[in-house]
C-alpha cells in the first residue's frame, strides 16, 4: 500500500532542541545536585516523557525538577532552538503534494506550540499529538494510533519518522513504517541499531523515497 502519511517526532527529529533540552537538565540537576552530572550524563535522558526520568532520579521531588526545568526551558527556548537542513522546504513540498502530516511527540502541547510556531512549522500539521492527549507515551503505540485516526489514516499507509529508539519502536509497535535520522544526537549507529525500514541523512531524503519533484 501507498504511503499518504507521515508522522514525525518533534525534538531531535524536526527541530534541533538538543543544546535546549541538555542546558535545561544541567540547569535542574546542578540545582538539587550541585557539579554531579555533565553533558554526557544527560544524554540519555532525551527522548522519554519528563516525569520518567526525574523519577528515575528522585521519587520525591518529580513534580518540583519537572517544574524547575519547564520554566528554564520556555524561557531559553527562541535562544536555544534552531533548525535542522532542508526541514522547512521538505514539510512544506510534502504538504503541498497532499501528504497527510502529523507530530507525535512527548513533550506537553505548549512548548510543542512553541517550537512549532518559531520555526514556522505550524502551518503544515493538521494534527499534534502530546504528552497531554495520551495515557501512554511512546514506544506505546496509544499516540500513533491516535493520530492516524485524526488523520484518516491506516498503518500502512503511514510512516514514522524519528531520531530515538522510542519512535522506532513505536512505529514497529503500531505497524507503521518507520525512517531513523542520522543526525540523532546519540548517532546514526543508534539509530540504525533499531533497525528502521528507512535512515535518512537529511530530512529532503523523504523527497526522494516518496518522489516528490
Not at 554531579?36 to 532525551?46: C, G, M, T, W
Request: overall charge negative.
Amino acid at each position: 500500500m501507498k504511503i499518504n502519511t507521515i508522522l514525525f517526532d518533534l525534538d531531535g527529529t524536526l527541530i534541533n532542541t538538543n543544546d535546549l533540552i541538555i542546558e535545561s537538565f544541567l540547569h535542574t540537576l546542578n540545582y538539587y545536585y550541585p557539579n554531579q552530572y555533565k553533558r554526557e550524563d544527560v544524554l540519555s535522558f532525551i527522548g522519554p516523557p519528563l516525569i520518567d526520568t526525574f523519577q528515575s532520579i528522585d521519587e520525591e521531588r518529580v513534580e518540583e525538577m519537572v517544574a524547575r526545568y519547564r520554566k528554564f526551558n520556555h524561557e531559553q527556548h527562541d535562544a536555544l532552538v534552531k533548525e535542522y537542513d532542508t526541514v522547512y522546504e521538505t514539510v512544506k513540498a510534502l504538504h503541498e503534494n497532499g501528504f497527510k502530516l502529523g507530530i507525535v511527540t512527548t513533550k506537553i502541547r505548549s512548548t510543542v506550540n512553541m517550537g512549532l510556531k518559531l520555526t514556522r512549522l505550524d502551518a503544515f500539521f493538521d494534527v499534534v499529538v502530546t504528552l497531554d492527549d495520551v495515557e501512554n507515551a511512546k514506544p506505546h503505540p496509544e499516540p500513533i494510533f491516535k493520530a492516524l485516526k485524526q488523520l484518516d489514516a491506516s498503518p500502512e499507509e503511514a510512516i514514522m519518522v524519528g531520531d530515538n529508539h522510542h519512535d522506532i519502536e513505536a512505529g514497529k509497535n503500531a505497524g507503521t513504517k518507520t525512517a531513523g535520522v542520522a543526525w540523532s544526537i546519540k548517532g546514526e549507529e543508534y539509530i540504525r541499531s533499531y533497525h528502521p525500514d528507512y535512515l535518512l541523512k537529511k530530512m529532503s531524503d523523504l523527497l526522494v523515497i516518496f518522489g516528490v519533484k
